[in-house]
């Protein structure tokens, strides 16, 4: 199995409102490793730190004990783990292994769907684990309700325990990492070079780390001092990228605009035709050109996460038996640079 990354700690996450839920949901399984939050799932897009958090928890509890045996591993080492022990007839073995662990961490369980027999394994395994109380911690890109191609006994499994969101952090969060991660390489970023990166490097925290690297990589080779200007030059390419990135802002000016409707009209609670309509357009158009999961889009919209699913369906469906509706859709995509 995987490594634990030493690196990845609780001291080096740094804390804002997108993730105090999650840390703190991590810290309290080491506190109170398979008790109540069992198992533990992480979920969110990429670069928020599901796995740092993960590799945090195992740290900890190794700290803690020190005897402590924990497994870590992505979900498809686990699926590659497994179906070598198959073909090498030492399943017994594979069994044993992953059921007498005291933490068994599995990363990007998302990655288990449609690998029926994986899920059929992990599912034992995960019943065995949870019947001795040792604590299972899980990363996903999404809340697993919305995984398909995952058996229901084992999505339902995923949930027995805690679910919390990593979401994208804010601006202060965003220059709070930024600071840190600069302080802990040593190097000297001044406040408003921070402010001026974390107000265009909006996606997440991995994309935050490649800017800094990058501005401190060409800062030391050209010996040049990190300004905004220098940034500005340096980050050409990356900020032109964000500039032409879809937001759900965006969608939504665009599609009102298009059907001649405000844009609070698609916040609205009305359900008349000529409102749903286009609200259902930009939700679909939200879920397919941004990296916004469900329950976010709908919140962007005062709805909750099954009215998007919903829409995605109904656009979806309406695009193969509506000619005016695809037409609709297509034209927007075109508006929107997709
Ligand atoms: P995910 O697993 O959600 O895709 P990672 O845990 O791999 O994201 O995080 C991506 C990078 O960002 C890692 O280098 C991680 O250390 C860093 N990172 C993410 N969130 C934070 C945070 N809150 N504080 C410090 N570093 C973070
Ligand atoms: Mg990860």
Same mark, same amino acid.
């Given at each position: ?17 997108? +993730? ?13 490793? %398979? ?11 990429? %670069?928020? %730190? ?45 069994? +044993? ?35 001795? $109380? ?7 890109? $999404? ?79 050209? %010996? ?28 939504? $000016? ?16 009305? $359900? ?67």
């Amino acid at each position: 199995s995987g490594k634990l990354n030493p690196d990845y700690t609780f001291a080096n996450f740094i804390e804002g409102k997108s +993730n105090s839920h999650a840390r703190a949901a991590a810290q309290h399984v080491v506190e109170t490793p %398979g008790g109540a939050y069992n198992p533990l799932l992480i979920y969110g897009a990429s %670069g928020l %730190g599901k796995t740092h958090l993960m590799h945090a928890v195992g740290n900890a509890i190794v700290q803690a004990n020190p005897r402590a045996r924990i497994a870590y591993l992505g979900a498809e080492q686990w699926m590659n783990h497994f179906t070598a022990a198959i073909r090498h007839g030492r399943t017994e073995e594979f069994k +044993n292994l992953y059921r007498s662990v005291d933490a068994l961490l599995i990363d990007d369980i998302h990655f288990f769907a449609h690998k029926e027999r994986t899920q059929e394994e992990f599912f034992h395994t995960f019943n065995a684990l949870i019947d001795t $109380r040792k604590q299972i911690v899980l990363t996903s890109d $999404r809340y697993p309700k919305e995984i398909d191609g995952v058996d229901e006994r084992l999505k339902s499994r995923f949930t027995w325990g805690l679910s919390v969101a990593v979401e994208p952090p804010d601006l202060e969060t965003r220059m709070a990492i930024l600071i840190a991660k600069a302080e802990g390489n040593h190097v000297q970023l001044p406040k408003e070079v921070a402010l001026f990166v974390a107000q265009r490097v909006r996606s997440n925290v991995r994309e935050l780390e490649g800017a800094l690297l990058r501005l401190t990589a060409s800062s030391r080779l050209r %010996g040049e001092a990190l300004s905004v200007e220098f940034a500005r030059n340096t980050l050409k390419d990356l900020l032109a990228a964000y500039e032409r990135m879809v937001t759900i802002d965006n969608i939504k $000016r665009t599609v009102a605009s298009y059907y001649n409707i405000r844009v609070g009209d698609l916040n609205s609670p009305r $359900r008349t035709r000529s409102l749903a309509r286009p609200r259902q357009v930009a939700m679909a158009l939200a879920k397919e050109l941004t990296q916004h999961s469900l329950p976010e889009i709908g919140e962007a919209f005062g709805k909750d996460h099954t009215t998007v699913l919903h829409a995605c369906r109904k656009i979806s469906a309406l695009r193969q038996d509506d000619l005016k509706i695809r037409e609709d859709y297509e034209n927007l995509q075109r508006q929107l640079g997709a």
